[in-house]
């Protein structure tokens, strides 16, 4: 069965044409297209605007989904951005889709899919990445999505609720000259922290007295915050970026409004909380201090996402007797988010990292590289973990919550995403 053009040529014309989450219009025709064309008899549920999922076959005791991401990156400096849009495909997400439609011909060649134990859902899920917010926003107002994420939004319409664990994939970063695979590479969860510092304005000249300096207090405020990062837990990869949002000034008036925002990243939910609640304390404060007020908004973005190592188990069992892939990178955490963080919230999930490329994440020259490897022998290779779990997933072993439960945890965070 050789599909090794097939699915170049459709990695390739996604890549090319690459869309902003919510937009991916083109990328799910393309996908509809391929899925009706192998497999003509499915039943397609369309979700949040361009995500498309579908069930192989009768639904079996385990019931495993298979997701692939299909938005781009804002980054109009790409060599093959859109020029109209600034979409770019310097994630790797046109990849995965590529790789998973792949894998879906390789499972209904010769009925394989119902040799299986378990039965395979297929979601190609929107708007990963979170950017593109006002667009997004726009949706919610309009009620055509509650939250920002392709994943959340996903587990709100019950997308999910009929999984009993899930397998992605993710291309790597860096350029090692073997062949990999990546498990267990644990992403951190973020939030938006939002402040708005208060004064009172005079003038600066004859009477500064008189105001209250708002750019003063997001000074104070942003020492506070450099004094306090010695008190951070190293082990759960914070990382903290505040930068100036709206400081509608002049030098001849004391600035009495100065709105500075943050993200809060970390690898635990708890301590996310908690690095919220200091934030606000070292914002009021500073603000009492010298005499203002500090408005504060916190957004949800995404929580952390924690790998299954149960079943990173069985594709590194894989790996040792796939001799066309030479090494397995693991257990190297980073402070990246995705909003398959949440969904390993409600049920457990893997995400295979592999490698092929050149050019930087998220930069102006990422790009496939290593074609075969990507598009012909990481699906093979993706068959065999599923050959190879076939009757050996423990289901006592796995977890299941619900959309109540992950929205009481988004709630935590004293804001969510959901509006």
């Known amino acids: 069965m050789n599909d090794f053009k097939e699915t170049l040529d459709l990695a390739e014309n996604i890549y090319f044409n690459p869309e902003l989450g919510f937009k991916e219009n083109n990328t799910s025709k393309l996908i509809e297209n391929f899925i009706l064309k192998y497999y003509p008899q499915?039943?397609?549920?369309?979700?949040?605007?361009?995500?498309?999922?579908?069930?192989?076959?009768?639904?079996?005791?385990?019931?495993?989904?298979?997701?692939?991401?299909?938005?781009?990156?804002?980054?109009?400096?790409?060599?093959?951005?859109?020029?109209?849009?600034?979409?770019?495909?310097?994630?790797?997400?046109?990849?995965?889709?590529?790789?998973?439609?792949?894998?879906?011909?390789?499972?209904?060649?010769?009925?394989?899919?119902?040799?299986l134990d378990f039965s395979i859902g297929f979601v190609f899920t929107p708007a990963e990445e979170y950017l593109d917010l006002e667009y997004r926003k726009n949706l919610q107002k309009n009620n055509k999505i509650k939250f920002l994420g392709g994943k959340p939004e996903g587990i709100r319409l019950g997308i999910f609720d009929e999984f009993d664990l899930a397998i992605a994939i993710h291309s790597m970063g860096g350029e090692p000259n073997r062949r990999s695979i990546e498990l267990n590479c644990n992403l951190a969860g973020f939030l938006y922290k939002y402040y708005t510092f208060l004064g009172k304005p005079a003038h600066a000249g004859f009477a500064p007295q008189a105001g209250v300096n708002a750019y003063s207090i997001?000074?104070?405020?942003?020492?506070?915050?450099?004094?306090?990062?010695?008190?951070?837990?190293?082990?759960?990869?914070?990382?903290?970026?505040?930068?100036?949002?709206?400081?509608?000034?002049?030098?001849?008036?004391?600035?009495?409004?100065?709105?500075?925002?943050?993200?809060?990243?970390?690898?635990?939910?708890?301590?996310?909380?908690?690095?919220?609640?200091?934030l606000d304390t070292i914002a009021k404060c500073s603000a009492e201090a010298l005499g203002g007020k500090v408005k504060i908004e916190t957004e949800m973005g995404y929580l952390p996402f924690l790998q299954s190592h149960y079943l990173s188990d069985f594709v590194r069992e894989t790996f040792k007797n796939f001799p066309e892939i030479e090494y397995c990178k693991e257990n190297s955490p980073v402070s990246a988010a995705g909003d398959i963080g949440d969904l390993s919230y409600i049920l457990p999930c893997i995400q295979i990292g592999y490698n092929g490329f050149s050019g930087n994440f998220h930069g102006t020259d990422f790009i496939h590289r290593d074609s075969e490897y990507i598009f012909s022998i990481f699906p093979r290779f993706l068959l065999q973990v599923l050959k190879d779990m076939s009757g050996k997933i423990d289901k006592n072993l796995l977890y299941k919550k619900t959309y109540k439960e992950y929205?009481?945890?988004?709630?935590?965070?004293?804001?969510?995403n959901e509006k």
């Open 407 to 416: 929205k009481e945890t988004i709630l935590k965070f004293g804001g969510e």
């Open 42 to 115: 499915t039943t397609l549920t369309k979700f949040a605007e361009t995500g498309i999922k579908f069930n192989l076959g009768e639904k079996k005791k385990v019931h495993i989904a298979l997701i692939a991401e299909m938005d781009a990156v804002y980054t109009p400096s790409h060599f093959h951005a859109n020029k109209e849009t600034g979409a770019a495909h310097n994630c790797g997400h046109y990849s995965q889709v590529a790789i998973i439609l792949n894998l879906l011909k390789k499972l209904i060649f010769n009925e394989e899919y119902k040799k």
């Open 218 to 278: 997001s000074t104070l405020f942003n020492t506070a915050l450099g004094l306090f990062r010695q008190q951070i837990d190293e082990e759960y990869m914070v990382r903290i970026n505040p930068v100036v949002l709206e400081a509608p000034m002049g030098t001849n008036v004391i600035p009495d409004k100065i709105k500075i925002g943050t993200d809060i990243r970390a690898h635990s939910v708890e301590y996310m909380i908690e690095l919220s609640n200091r």
